[in-house]
């Protein structure tokens, strides 16, 4: 009798050899779909790099380090809604309690959640709502950097970001580029997000090659992060065609691996890291399997989004959007986009300055700390803009005896106000009693009044 090979099977995304197997009861082990069972490893294995940064190494951040990582490796080991849970609490508390400013916190936050969601309701399709919102944070932002600032060459966050990267890779030839390079930018932001809700392969490519320069540079954990909305669009005979590519190509997938590890190597020589190393070789890898799914021709089709898909895309769209009336500025994917929303240097092309409902930055016209032993500290008040989180670091780093009172006069909301001493009781009254978490960072730090300033992040 003919031996036949196992064949895999592209329309399940099942192969002969798993239909075979005796039927085990996975309702015990999981409650969600399998395609959230293996996107579950795949956010884990994100939260994890998301760990290593340096933000983590700041005081109070040890214990949601340890719940979020705690949360990661259930979630590798079993997927199920505790370590959805634990990830949800390691991420939401930073951004609550300790001034966590990034958007990829507040992505696998909402990430979390919804896969909580998906392992309550299986029948729900909380993979496509994944894909959706890292979808629109693409284009969110690509919307935040239509600003007459990320265009102008002089100060655009573009150019700040390619300066690094040939300096970083010395070996790329040395390129000027204009408004191009900005342009070139939006064009791709806005690309990416429709090949992953269309569940191309061509979306990893140009995603992997876009984020690759920013992890080695400015943005070491953010490429992770968006990957794992990457992984959320793959279809179950996309899985199946790239299971066989890593078993019958294994050499290839090294080769590739390695060589761009290689690259890095010798652009960080002698200074050696691990870590940048590691993350070039599994982004060599994924380029090389997801070369070999575009060579299969594969149809592609929409990730049609159901009312549940379509709520919290929305929901996500209007949280990105708070920048525009005044609301919040932090964690809606404005990184690295020049955008300013106070008063004086508004600079959307989209959205008018009239839309802001109150200039929500604090301006400090005259700063006296002491009798004057600090005269540098009071002129970077006085240049800047702030916030209540703010000025709360202030009282809290700055308040010692012999530089009281810490006198603060200035705007805020459009009145006059004044702080006898920011070391005392009570000096919220002055601002109108602000009732925002003092923990909770909505808006920019270290931003300087003037409108000239470069790469405003």
């Known amino acids: 009798m003919n031996h ?48 290593t940064l340096p933000d983590f190494e700041q005081s109070g951040w040890m214990v949601p380090r340890i719940i979020e990582g705690l949360g990661a490796l259930l979630l590798l080991w079993r997927p199920g809604l505790l370590g959805f849970g634990l990830c949800f609490i390691g991420t939401l508390c930073p951004l609550l309690f300790l001034r966590d400013v990034l958007t990829q ?16 309701r299986p029948g729900k399709d909380a993979l496509g709502s994944v894909t959706w919102i890292t979808a629109g944070t693409y284009w969110l932002a690509a919307l935040h950097k239509v600003n007459t600032s990320f265009l102008n060459p002089e100060m655009s966050c573009a150019h700040h970001a390619w300066d690094q990267v040939q300096d970083h890779w010395s070996w790329l030839p040395q390129v000027n580029l204009d408004s191009e390079l900005a342009l070139g930018i939006i064009f791709i932001e806005i690309a990416i997000g429709v090949l992953l809700v269309r569940r191309s392969p061509w979306a990893w490519v140009l995603g992997i090659l876009f984020h690759l320069p920013l992890t080695v540079t400015l943005a070491p954990a953010f490429g992770a992060v968006m990957l794992a909305g990457y992984a959320a669009s793959l279809t179950p005979r996309q899985i199946v065609i790239l299971r066989r590519f890593t078993r019958r190509n294994w050499g290839r997938w090294a080769i590739a691996g390695s060589t761009v590890a290689t690259i890095e190597g010798v652009s960080l020589f002698p200074d050696l890291a691990i870590g940048p190393i590691m993350k070039c070789f599994v982004a060599g890898s994924l380029l090389a399997g997801f070369g070999a799914l575009i060579h299969e021709r594969l149809h592609v089709d929409w990730a049609r989004p159901d009312i549940t898909v379509w709520t919290i895309f929305c929901l996500w769209i209007a949280h990105g959007l708070t920048p525009y009336v005044g609301i919040q500025y932090q964690h809606t994917a404005a990184m690295l986009s020049n955008l300013r929303i106070d008063n004086e240097c508004h600079n959307s092309l989209v959205f008018p300055s009239s839309l802001i409902i109150s200039d929500p930055y604090i301006r400090i016209d005259s700063a006296e700390i002491g009798s004057g032993q600090r005269p540098k500290r009071e002129t970077i008040l006085e240049s800047g803009l702030w916030s209540y989180p703010a000025l709360s670091t202030m009282q809290e780093n700055w308040c010692i005896e012999e530089l009281r009172p810490i006198r603060l006069e ?16 009570g000096w919220r009254d002055a601002l109108g009693g602000a009732t925002s978490l003092p923990g909770f960072q909505r808006f920019q730090k270290n931003l300087e009044r003037r409108c000239d300033a470069a790469c405003v992040h």
């Not at 075979?20 to 994100?46: C, I, M, N, Y």
């Not at 936050?109 to 969601?117: E, P």
């Not at 200035?410 to 009781?425: P, T, W």
């Open 105 to 120: 916190s507040m992505l696998l936050t909402w990430m979390s959640l919804i896969g909580m969601y998906g392992v309550v």
């Open 4 to 51: 036949v090979e196992p064949q895999d099977n592209p329309e399940t995304g099942l192969d002969r050899m798993t239909l075979e197997r005796p039927p085990v009861d996975s309702s015990r082990l999981f409650h969600g779909t399998p395609q959230l069972k293996h996107w579950a490893r795949v956010f884990a294995v994100a939260s994890l790099v998301h760990l």
């Open 410 to 425: 200035g705007r805020f909301e459009d009145r006059r106000f004044l702080i006898e001493d920011l070391c005392a009781v």
